[in-house]
C-alpha cells in the first residue's frame, strides 16, 4: 500500500509519520497521535460533525480530507482548548449550562463554536443555530448548546 | 465507507505541474481535488477510485476574488467562506452571497470551493444554476498550454457531467458587468435548514427606465442538470419592480417550460411549485437589489 509522510502540528506539537495516502485526517488524530478527543460518529459519512477540528484556526470535518492534506498546516483539537486544567470559557459554559448528556458530539461542537465565536463575537440565537447545522447531537435538542455558546459570547467579549 | 488504497498523492505548485501530473495516469486515474467535500464522499463511497490525488490547494494563482469595472474574476479554489463573507458582492453579484453562505454547513464553507463545486456538478447544487443565472464564463487551461472559454450553461451539462476534457482544469470564473442597474439573487429550499437543494432558483436582471430590461432565470436540483428558463426570461423582460401578477406569470412559464423529476425528496408537481414560489421570491429580491434595496430573507 502506497504511504506519504505527513508533518501536521497538533495543538503545538509537531508530528511526523508515515501513512498510507488513503488515511483519514480524523484517523491520523486519533490513532498516529493518540489523540482521541476528537471522535468518529457517523462511519466517516461526513454528516455528523463530531469530528471537527481546527485547520490553520478553521472548523473543518477531519473525515471529509485525508491527512496528507493537512501535511504541513495547524491542527487543534479539543485536547487543546484548555490552559492545562483551566477550561476555556466555551468549555466552563457547556458545563455550567448543561450543554451535553452522553457528550459524544461535544468535542466537535466546541471545536466549530470555539472559531464561530471568534467570527461572531456578539452572535444572536438564530446565528448560534445557524452555525451549528453541521453538528449533529441526539441528546439535548440544542436548547442548552445554545444558552452555553451565548453565554461564553458574553463572558469573551 | 473508506476510500480503497490510494497510491499517490502529490501537491503541485502550479497549474502546468497539475496538468502533468494529470497527465501521467491514465484517464480517471488521477483526480483533483480543490475543497474535496463532495469529492472525498465519492472517494469514501468507492463511486471514484482515484490512484492518484492530485491536491489544488497549493496551485498558485488559483484562489481570490478580483471585482473590476468589466466584472468578477473568481479563482476556483475560492472557498464558499471567502464568498460568503466578502463585502463587494451584493447588486448584480447578489446572487453569490446568497447561495455561499447556505451551502451545506460552517465546516464545509470553510473548505469548499465554487469551482469544485462546477466541476462536480452535481444534481443538488447551488453554485451550477447561479453560475448559469449570472451569466458566467469559465475558463479551462489545457496540459498543452491552450485556453478556452465556455459560458457555464454549455460547461455544465447533466449531473455529474461537465464539458472539462481530461487534460484541462478549471483556472477562473469570470461574471460580466452589468450594462445597468442590475441586481441577482438566489434561493433553494432542501429537507432541513440549508440541506442540499431539491429545487433552486437564481434570476438576475437589469432596470431601465423602471423596467426590467433583460433577465436570467436558472434553475437547479435537476435530473437534467442546471437549466435556463427562457420562457420566463422573456416573460419578466418589461416587467415593473413589483408587479407579483407578471412575476407569478413569469415563474409560472419556467415551471411549465422545465421538466423536473420524482425522487425520493419531491415529486415533480412539488418541484414546479418550488420553481414558482422560489423564483418569485428571488426575483423580488433581484429587483430590490438591482432598485437599490434591500433583499428580503
Known sequence: MSTTTVTVTINGETFEETVPVRMLLVDFIRERAGLTGTHIGCTYEGVCGACTVQLDGEAVKSCLMVAAQADGHEITTVEGLADGSTLSPLQRAFNEHHALQCGYCTPGILMNMDEFLRENPDPSDDDIRHGLVGNLCRCTGYAHIVEAVRSAAKETR | ?297
Not at chain 2, 108 to 121: A, Q
Not at chain 2, 202 to 209: G, Q
Open chain 2, 1 to 297: 465507507m473508506y476510500p480503497a488504497p490510494i497510491d499517490e498523492y502529490v501537491r503541485p505548485a502550479t497549474v502546468s505541474d497539475a496538468l502533468a501530473a494529470l497527465g501521467r495516469y491514465d484517464e480517471g486515474d488521477a483526480v483533483f481535488v480543490a475543497g474535496g467535500q463532495s469529492l472525498m464522499q465519492a472517494v469514501k463511497a468507492r463511486l471514484v477510485r482515484p490512484r492518484c490525488l492530485i491536491d489544488l490547494q497549493a496551485v498558485d494563482g488559483l484562489s481570490g476574488i478580483d471585482a473590476g469595472a468589466d466584472g468578477l474574476r473568481i479563482g476556483p479554489m475560492t472557498r464558499y467562506v471567502e464568498i460568503a463573507g466578502h463585502g463587494g458582492l451584493g447588486g448584480a453579484y447578489g446572487a453569490l452571497g446568497d447561495a455561499a453562505r447556505h451551502v451545506g454547513d460552517r465546516q464545509v464553507r470553510n473548505r469548499g470551493t465554487m469551482g469544485g463545486s462546477l466541476c462536480w456538478n452535481y444534481v443538488a447544487a447551488c453554485m451550477p444554476p447561479v453560475a448559469i443565472g449570472l451569466g458566467a464564463t469559465l475558463e479551462l487551461t489545457a496540459a498543452e498550454g491552450g485556453a478556452r472559454s465556455l459560458a457555464a450553461e454549455d460547461f455544465l451539462g447533466g449531473p455529474l457531467e461537465t464539458a472539462r476534457e481530461e487534460n484541462e482544469i478549471l483556472t477562473a470564473i469570470t461574471i460580466p458587468a452589468a450594462a445597468g442597474n442590475a441586481g441577482s439573487a438566489y434561493k433553494k429550499w432542501g429537507l432541513v435548514t440549508d440541506a442540499l437543494p431539491v429545487i433552486g432558483v437564481c434570476v438576475s436582471l437589469e432596470v431601465a427606465d423602471g423596467r426590467c430590461a433583460a433577465a436570467r432565470v436558472a434553475v437547479g436540483g435537476l435530473a437534467t442538470g442546471p437549466q435556463r428558463a427562457g420562457a420566463a426570461e422573456a416573460a419578466l423582460a418589461g416587467t415593473v419592480p413589483g408587479d407579483a401578477a407578471a412575476i407569478g406569470a413569469a415563474m409560472k412559464a419556467a415551471a411549465a417550460e422545465i421538466e423536473t423529476q420524482q425522487d425520493l425528496w419531491a415529486d415533480s408537481d412539488y418541484r414546479k411549485q418550488l420553481i414558482r414560489s422560489l423564483g418569485a421570491e428571488v426575483t423580488r429580491n433581484a429587483f430590490a437589489r438591482a432598485t437599490g434595496g434591500e433583499a428580503g430573507q
